[in-house]
């Protein structure tokens, strides 16, 4: 079974664009989550989808945005980009909300903002 | 709002040792996860605990579910060069519930 995937793997900004970052989860399941790792503060979860809704949300302002398809595929948008969103941006896919605890991980997208 | 614990930040141990580390949190979680992220990689899913008190083996890895359900521990047996990376513990309170994830410890092994 093929894993999460993400695309792309690396992207170079400049500070006010925008950017959008794309996740195909396992086949089968149902709900993406995304995180941002940065070196600082850690892992953190920014927002979860389950059937084209989004079901949980974490602390990032609202330049932070996403979205889920009908195939659960699911892409996260950053807008007026700022040199502190530098980071690795990680998409995990589980089977389902409110059945199944564990998230599997893609390789993530490295964005760095100039 | 939840935090998850882990000390060190970093460990360094040589080769063939067994280290543990351990996760604390002021919170009670129903799932503890543990994951280990290899540098440009995603984290990997190595062990999930669901029952407070249970121990579960993934080859030389074991955890445990602590019964306070406030802690889970992570044990390496005869660590080799491969095992170098960050492990992270993570939290759920419910299935509809995000994952917290704790700070990571980074993990050497001297040849």
């Known amino acids: 079974k093929a894993g999460v995937t993400q695309t792309p793997r690396y992207l170079i900004k400049t500070r006010g664009q925008q950017v959008t970052l794309s996740c195909s989860p396992i086949s089968g399941h149902r709900s993406v989550s995304w995180y941002q790792q940065t070196p600082g503060q850690g892992l953190q979860f920014l927002f979860e989808y389950f059937s084209e809704t989004q079901r949980n949300k974490g602390n990032f302002p609202g330049r932070f945005s996403g979205r889920q398809f009908s195939n659960s595929r699911s892409e996260m948008n950053v807008s007026t980009l700022e040199l502190g969103d530098s980071a690795l941006y990680l998409c995990?896919?589980?089977?389902?909300?409110?059945?199944?605890?564990?998230?599997?991980f893609g390789p993530g997208t490295r964005l760095t903002v100039t | 709002g939840q935090q998850l614990n882990q000390s060190p930040q970093s460990m360094f141990i040589q080769e063939g040792e067994d280290v543990s580390m351990n996760c604390t949190s002021s919170s009670i979680f129903n799932t503890w996860l543990w994951y280990k992220q290899d540098p440009g990689e995603g984290p990997v899913l190595l062990i999930a605990l669901y029952k407070a008190g249970e121990l579960t083996s993934n080859g030389r890895l074991t955890a445990q579910f602590g019964i306070t359900r406030k802690d889970s521990f992570l044990n390496i047996s005869a660590s080799i060069p491969s095992d170098v990376g960050i492990y992270f513990c993570a939290g759920s309170t419910g299935a509809n519930s995000k994952l917290t994830f704790g700070k990571g410890i980074t993990l050497s092994v001297r040849p």
């Open positions: 995990a896919s589980r089977g389902g909300f409110g059945i199944s605890y564990e998230q599997y």
